[in-house]
């Protein structure tokens, strides 16, 4: 009897044992996942087609994780320059963004294809491209340092404007016109014979003003929001370069979703790209509208070979390596 009375303590200790632990596991299985909170990057103002399209991606990203994934798009730099953001993303203290592929020329060696000159014949050309082969090689560089790439938005196509007309590429002799602080782009304007003049882009409006430099190169919207139509007043379509932009998130935040959390991201950023090229588009044809209004003769180039015929240097210095040229020879097969 003794025996029997031992065996149902040691049994009802064990069922109490079993039943407290069972409780213990109930609360942690039924509280969902800790709250994510993210915080995005964005040159541009929020009313900006890039903008519009990352507050996009924000607000799908936390309808479809039931705000687990909470995104917060810090638009207008509000948290550094480009250089800086990208950086601060390697690092993981930026968790996504949205930059121009121009900056990453020296960290992700393929972003040198999409910058060279005259490589792209129009919008839907730059599209197919970054859509497929060139963006699969720029993806696997990028995440090499630490970035992830989502999608890709629309940079716009760049051309020259001046305060002097500019029809051929003889008229660039001399010139002095505003870069980017880019070997590539300082090369691209020695190749047509121009002056090329690194200054930050706050300074271009006052450097036109006073004669500092004679001309600058962007796309329809930045030459109309900054004002710089009103002190250069001549726009040529040289269309010489239309970079790929990139939706990316740090791949430190990256390892830390799950499948479903990945592709839940990665949708929105697609969906978020599709808006905001379709946001381009309508922009840069307003953007030129206004400009026009306003006064601006508007050089529209119908041939452009003579123009990129003056890029081979470029070409040979940026896309030597085999990988490079076999980028673009891909690209200028595609249909």
């Known amino acids: 009897m003794k025996a029997l009375r031992a065996i149902g303590a040691k049994a009802g200790t064990a069922f109490c044992a079993a039943a407290l632990a069972a409780a213990a596991l109930l609360p942690l299985a039924a509280t969902p996942a800790a709250a994510q909170e993210w915080r995005g990057w964005n040159i541009h103002a929020a009313d900006y087609p890039n903008g519009q399209g990352l507050d996009r991606f924000g607000q799908l990203v936390m309808q479809r994780t039931n705000n687990r994934i909470r995104m917060r798009t810090y638009h207008s730099a509000q948290l550094g320059q480009q250089d800086e953001a990208i950086q601060q993303m390697r690092l993981g203290s930026i968790d996504f963004g949205n930059f121009n592929l121009s900056p990453f020329n020296n960290l992700a060696p393929s972003t040198n294809v999409v910058t060279l000159p005259f490589l792209f014949r129009n919008v839907a050309h730059s599209h197919a491209a970054i859509d497929g082969v060139a963006g699969q090689e ?44 880019s070997d590539l782009w300082i090369d691209l304007m020695r190749a047509l014979n121009a002056n090329p003049t690194p200054l930050p882009f706050g300074e271009v409006f006052t450097s036109l003003q006073s004669g500092v430099i004679d001309a600058a190169e962007n796309n329809f919207p930045s030459y109309e929001s900054t004002r710089h139509f009103e002190v250069a007043r001549y726009y040529t379509t040289t269309e010489h370069s239309n970079v790929p932009e990139v939706l990316a998130v740090s791949q430190q935040r990256w390892r830390r979703l799950n499948e479903q959390e990945r592709n839940i991201v990665r949708d929105a950023a697609r969906e978020s790209a599709t808006l905001q090229r379709q946001l381009w588009a309508e922009r840069e044809r307003v953007s030129r509208q206004r400009v026009e209004a306003a006064g601006v003769t508007v050089i529209e180039l119908t041939d452009r070979s003579p ?11 940026y896309a030597s390596t085999p990988r490079l040229a076999g980028m673009v020879q891909a690209i200028r097969a595609l249909p």
């Open 307 to 317: 123009w990129s015929q003056l890029m081979e240097p470029v070409y040979a210095k």
């Open 138 to 181: 720029i993806a696997k560089d990028l995440e090499a340092i630490g970035i992830i790439a989502l999608a890709w938005y629309d940079g716009g196509a760049r051309s020259v404007y001046s305060t002097r007309p500019i029809r051929t590429p003889a008229d660039m002799r001399g010139l002095k016109i505003r870069v980017q602080t």
